[in-house]
Protein backbone atom coordinates (compact mmCIF):
# COMPACT_ATOMS: atom_id res chain seq x y z
CA UNK A 1 0.00 0.00 0.00
CA UNK A 2 1.66 3.67 -0.80
CA UNK A 3 1.38 6.88 1.20
CA UNK A 4 -0.11 8.68 -0.99
CA UNK A 5 -3.28 10.36 -1.00
CA UNK A 6 -6.21 8.69 -0.59
CA UNK A 7 -9.99 9.44 -0.35
CA UNK A 8 -10.95 10.33 3.35
CA UNK A 9 -11.02 7.29 5.89
CA UNK A 10 -14.41 8.46 7.17
CA UNK A 11 -16.30 7.89 3.58
CA UNK A 12 -14.63 4.85 2.76
CA UNK A 13 -15.93 3.85 6.24
CA UNK A 14 -19.43 4.88 5.13
CA UNK A 15 -19.57 3.29 1.71
CA UNK A 16 -18.01 -0.06 3.16
CA UNK A 17 -20.34 -0.31 5.78
CA UNK A 18 -23.48 0.32 3.71
CA UNK A 19 -22.91 -1.75 1.21
CA UNK A 20 -22.30 -4.53 3.66
CA UNK A 21 -18.58 -5.69 2.65
CA UNK A 22 -16.15 -4.26 5.65
CA UNK A 23 -17.10 -5.89 8.78
CA UNK A 24 -17.74 -3.68 11.56
CA UNK A 25 -14.61 -2.57 13.76
CA UNK A 26 -15.29 -4.27 16.62
CA UNK A 27 -15.35 -7.58 14.62
CA UNK A 28 -12.03 -6.75 12.90
CA UNK A 29 -8.27 -8.26 14.49
CA UNK A 30 -7.32 -5.69 16.92
CA UNK A 31 -4.24 -5.01 15.71
CA UNK A 32 -4.93 -4.99 11.96
CA UNK A 33 -3.87 -1.60 10.07
CA UNK A 34 -7.50 -0.30 10.03
CA UNK A 35 -8.40 -0.97 13.70
CA UNK A 36 -4.56 0.62 14.91
CA UNK A 37 -4.96 3.48 12.07
CA UNK A 38 -8.29 4.32 13.89
CA UNK A 39 -6.71 3.95 17.21
CA UNK A 40 -3.31 6.02 16.64
CA UNK A 41 -2.37 8.79 15.25
CA UNK A 42 -0.86 6.73 12.43
CA UNK A 43 -2.51 6.73 8.96
CA UNK A 44 -3.13 3.31 7.32
CA UNK A 45 -0.15 3.41 5.18
CA UNK A 46 1.74 4.20 7.82
CA UNK A 47 0.77 1.50 10.01
CA UNK A 48 1.83 -1.01 6.85
CA UNK A 49 5.42 0.57 6.65
CA UNK A 50 5.99 0.35 10.85
CA UNK A 51 4.48 -3.46 9.81
CA UNK A 52 7.82 -3.90 7.82
CA UNK A 53 9.82 -2.16 10.28
CA UNK A 54 8.47 -4.36 13.06
CA UNK A 55 8.91 -7.19 11.10
CA UNK A 56 13.01 -6.00 10.44
CA UNK A 57 13.38 -5.20 14.30
CA UNK A 58 11.43 -8.27 15.82
CA UNK A 59 13.99 -10.83 14.10
CA UNK A 60 17.42 -8.93 14.67
CA UNK A 61 17.69 -11.16 17.59
CA UNK A 62 15.72 -13.61 18.34
CA UNK A 63 13.80 -14.38 15.20
CA UNK A 64 10.15 -14.50 16.71
CA UNK A 65 8.05 -11.52 15.52
CA UNK A 66 8.29 -9.94 19.23
CA UNK A 67 10.62 -7.45 20.47
CA UNK A 68 12.82 -8.37 23.23
CA UNK A 69 14.25 -5.61 25.15
CA UNK A 70 17.93 -6.00 23.72
CA UNK A 71 16.48 -5.49 19.95
CA UNK A 72 14.72 -2.68 21.05
CA UNK A 73 16.95 -0.91 23.04
CA UNK A 74 19.81 -1.15 20.24
CA UNK A 75 17.11 -0.58 17.52
CA UNK A 76 15.87 2.26 18.48
CA UNK A 77 18.66 3.84 21.18
CA UNK A 78 21.58 2.20 19.74
CA UNK A 79 22.07 1.29 22.97
CA UNK A 80 23.63 -2.44 23.63
CA UNK A 81 24.25 -1.60 27.59
CA UNK A 82 21.94 -0.59 30.28
CA UNK A 83 19.92 2.49 29.56
CA UNK A 84 17.95 3.73 32.44
CA UNK A 85 15.62 5.66 29.66
CA UNK A 86 15.76 2.61 27.28
CA UNK A 87 14.50 0.25 30.20
CA UNK A 88 11.73 3.01 30.70
CA UNK A 89 10.36 3.31 27.33
CA UNK A 90 10.48 -0.27 26.70
CA UNK A 91 8.50 -1.57 30.28
CA UNK A 92 5.57 1.26 28.81
CA UNK A 93 5.88 -0.13 26.05
CA UNK A 94 5.33 -3.29 27.00
CA UNK A 95 1.72 -2.99 27.71
CA UNK A 96 1.01 -6.65 28.59
CA UNK A 97 4.42 -7.00 30.86
CA UNK A 98 5.36 -9.87 29.53
CA UNK A 99 8.56 -8.84 28.18
CA UNK A 100 8.42 -8.36 25.11
CA UNK A 101 6.69 -5.99 22.85
CA UNK A 102 4.10 -7.28 20.51
CA UNK A 103 3.22 -5.47 17.42
CA UNK A 104 -0.05 -3.89 18.14
CA UNK A 105 1.84 -2.56 21.72
CA UNK A 106 4.41 -1.05 19.44
CA UNK A 107 2.38 1.00 17.31
CA UNK A 108 -0.27 2.11 20.16
CA UNK A 109 2.82 3.47 22.37
CA UNK A 110 4.60 4.70 19.38
CA UNK A 111 1.64 6.90 18.23
CA UNK A 112 2.39 9.39 20.83
CA UNK A 113 5.77 10.10 19.85
CA UNK A 114 4.25 11.08 16.74
CA UNK A 115 4.40 15.24 15.59
CA UNK A 116 0.57 14.79 15.43
CA UNK A 117 0.16 13.61 19.15
CA UNK A 118 -1.19 16.74 21.55
CA UNK A 119 1.33 18.17 24.38
CA UNK A 120 -0.69 16.46 26.78
CA UNK A 121 -0.43 13.33 26.05
CA UNK A 122 3.38 13.38 25.60
CA UNK A 123 3.53 14.80 28.81
CA UNK A 124 1.50 12.29 30.28
CA UNK A 125 4.07 9.92 28.65
CA UNK A 126 7.04 11.64 29.72
CA UNK A 127 5.73 11.80 33.43
CA UNK A 128 5.52 7.82 33.42
CA UNK A 129 9.00 7.25 32.14
CA UNK A 130 10.29 9.43 35.25
CA UNK A 131 7.93 8.24 37.56
CA UNK A 132 10.13 4.76 37.96
CA UNK A 133 7.95 3.62 40.71
CA UNK A 134 4.77 3.76 39.48
CA UNK A 135 2.98 5.68 42.24
CA UNK A 136 1.80 8.53 40.13
CA UNK A 137 5.01 10.77 41.38
CA UNK A 138 8.37 11.74 40.93
CA UNK A 139 10.57 11.38 43.75
CA UNK A 140 14.25 13.10 44.79
CA UNK A 141 15.81 9.45 43.99
CA UNK A 142 14.15 9.05 40.61
CA UNK A 143 15.55 12.01 39.88
CA UNK A 144 18.93 11.22 40.45
CA UNK A 145 18.89 7.72 38.83
CA UNK A 146 18.13 9.45 35.42
CA UNK A 147 21.46 12.02 35.90
CA UNK A 148 23.13 9.18 37.17
CA UNK A 149 22.23 7.25 33.99
CA UNK A 150 22.66 10.50 32.21
CA UNK A 151 26.45 11.04 33.49
CA UNK A 152 26.81 6.95 32.19
CA UNK A 153 26.23 7.69 28.72
CA UNK A 154 27.87 10.59 28.57
CA UNK A 155 31.84 10.72 29.80
CA UNK A 156 31.83 14.20 29.28
CA UNK A 157 29.62 14.52 32.08
CA UNK A 158 31.09 14.99 35.24
CA UNK A 159 29.65 15.52 38.37
CA UNK A 160 30.03 14.70 41.53
CA UNK A 161 27.45 13.92 44.48
CA UNK A 162 27.34 17.46 45.74
CA UNK A 163 26.66 18.73 42.40
CA UNK A 164 24.00 15.83 41.43
CA UNK A 165 22.41 17.08 44.77
CA UNK A 166 22.58 20.64 43.88
CA UNK A 167 20.84 19.86 40.69
CA UNK A 168 17.78 17.86 42.13
CA UNK A 169 17.27 20.68 44.69
CA UNK A 170 17.17 23.39 41.95
CA UNK A 171 14.77 21.01 39.76
CA UNK A 172 12.68 20.61 43.07
CA UNK A 173 12.14 24.31 44.51
CA UNK A 174 11.56 25.08 40.79
CA UNK A 175 8.65 22.20 39.90
CA UNK A 176 7.65 21.23 43.11
CA UNK A 177 4.54 23.64 44.13
CA UNK A 178 2.94 22.53 46.70
CA UNK A 179 6.53 22.24 48.34
CA UNK A 180 5.88 17.89 49.83
CA UNK A 181 8.82 16.57 48.18
CA UNK A 182 7.91 15.53 45.37
CA UNK A 183 6.29 16.64 41.84
CA UNK A 184 3.08 15.55 41.11
CA UNK A 185 1.35 15.18 37.49
CA UNK A 186 -0.11 18.72 37.90
CA UNK A 187 3.13 19.94 38.27
CA UNK A 188 4.93 18.85 35.84
CA UNK A 189 2.06 19.55 33.67
CA UNK A 190 2.64 23.17 34.68
CA UNK A 191 6.27 22.64 34.10
CA UNK A 192 5.44 21.17 30.54
CA UNK A 193 2.89 24.11 29.43
CA UNK A 194 5.35 26.72 30.55
CA UNK A 195 8.46 25.12 28.83
CA UNK A 196 7.58 22.59 26.52
CA UNK A 197 11.00 21.90 25.11
CA UNK A 198 11.78 19.89 28.14
CA UNK A 199 9.88 16.92 26.33
CA UNK A 200 11.21 17.57 23.04
CA UNK A 201 12.53 14.14 23.21
CA UNK A 202 8.82 13.05 22.60
CA UNK A 203 8.20 13.69 19.50
CA UNK A 204 9.44 11.75 16.39
CA UNK A 205 9.35 13.45 13.30
CA UNK A 206 11.15 10.65 11.54
CA UNK A 207 7.60 8.76 11.85
CA UNK A 208 6.34 11.33 9.24
CA UNK A 209 8.17 9.66 6.71
CA UNK A 210 7.83 6.23 7.90
CA UNK A 211 6.40 5.34 4.83
CA UNK A 212 9.35 6.65 2.61
CA UNK A 213 11.65 4.71 5.41
CA UNK A 214 9.87 1.50 5.06
CA UNK A 215 7.92 0.86 2.00
CA UNK A 216 5.26 -2.37 1.75
CA UNK A 217 6.14 -4.38 -0.33
CA UNK A 218 4.02 -3.99 -3.83
CA UNK A 219 1.69 -6.73 -4.23
CA UNK A 220 1.65 -7.88 -8.20
CA UNK A 221 -1.59 -6.86 -10.07
CA UNK A 222 -3.91 -9.50 -10.77
CA UNK A 223 -6.21 -10.28 -13.90
CA UNK A 224 -9.01 -9.19 -11.69
CA UNK A 225 -7.74 -6.14 -10.64
Not at 50 to 63: D, V
Not at 145 to 155: E, G, H, K, W
Request: charged share 30%.
Amino acid sequence: MGCGASTPAVEVEAKANASGLRPKVQDLDPDSSEVLAQETFFTRSEVEALRELYGKLSNELHKDNLIHKDEFMWALFKANKDNLFAERVFELFDIKQNSVIEFGEFVRSLSVFHPKAPLPEKAKFAFRIYDIGGNGRIERVELKRFLVALMADNPDVDLDEQALDEIVDQTFNEMDLTKDGVINPEEWMALVHRNPDVISFMTLPVLTEVCQRYPTPTRPRTREQ
